[in-house]
């Protein structure tokens, strides 16, 4: 069966330090992968998506990057992190044959930043 | 965005009620919508989808409305438990020009009371 990890589950970083958040998923080929950001008592907002590796595409402009160095790893950095960037963040993982399914998350990143 | 969207914030239940959470979208050529269950620190859980071919799908104490005339989508719980108390997201398919990404509304949080 398919799982997604994520972690760390919980980051306490200082404005200005940097971000590495990685996920990787496990028992799929070729997915294609997600990351969202959650605010307190908000909604999910689509941050990245990528349909294959080294292929990103960013929903919003902002002070996040991301990568997919592999198949089944997606990584959501900063050089600097700011206030702003605190939030749940949450990757996930859609199988690529059937376009129109469901997407499938990992428990997520709280991330503070002090 | 925020196409879709959500007509009551909380929702209060007895234990063995029926629930009804509503949604509302506005992009009338969406055509696939997924309703998801999120618990308190955990990523969002798949619970029903739907296609735009349908009108009602059922699963396990679970069931979906979609009424495409009026944009409406709807999530019934039958008899409903405590540990059905959670947020509840509707969600959209933003098809291949995002990567069939989701696009959430804000959440409805169901409050089930013994």
């Known amino acids: 069966s398919q799982t997604i990890h994520q972690w760390p589950a919980t980051l306490v970083q200082p404005v200005g330090s940097p971000l590495s958040l990685e996920c990787t998923v496990e028992?799929?080929?070729?997915?294609?992968l997600y990351w969202y950001r959650q605010a307190a008592g908000r909604g999910l907002q689509l941050l990245f998506y990528?349909?294959?590796?080294?292929?990103i595409s960013s929903e919003v402009p902002q002070n996040l990057s991301a990568s997919r160095p592999q198949d089944r790893q997606f990584i959501l950095s900063s050089k600097k992190l700011l206030l702003s960037d605190s939030g749940f963040y949450l990757c996930?993982?859609?199988?690529?044959?059937?376009?129109?399914?469901?997407?499938?998350f990992g428990n997520g990143t709280r991330l503070t930043v002090t | 965005g925020e196409s879709v969207g959500l007509h009551l914030p909380t929702l209060s239940v007895q234990e063995g009620d029926n629930s009804i959470i509503n949604c509302a979208y506005s992009n009338s050529a969406s055509d696939y919508f997924i309703w998801y269950k999120q618990e308190s620190g955990k990523g969002p859980q798949f619970i029903i989808d739907i296609r735009s071919n349908m009108d009602k799908r059922q699963g396990q104490r679970v069931t979906v409305l979609l009424n495409k005339t009026v944009k409406h989508l709807s999530l019934q719980i039958a008899a409903t438990q405590p540990g059905d108390s959670a947020v509840y997201f509707c969600?959209?398919?933003?098809?291949?020009?995002?990567?069939?990404?989701?696009?959430f509304g804000k959440g409805t949080s169901l409050l089930v009371t013994p």
């Open positions: 969600a959209e398919n933003l098809g291949s020009n995002s990567g069939y990404a989701l696009n």
């Open positions: 996930a993982w859609s199988g690529r044959i059937f376009m129109n399914s469901p997407l499938h």
């Open positions: 990528s349909v294959g590796i080294g292929q």
């Open positions: 028992g799929t080929s070729n997915p294609n």
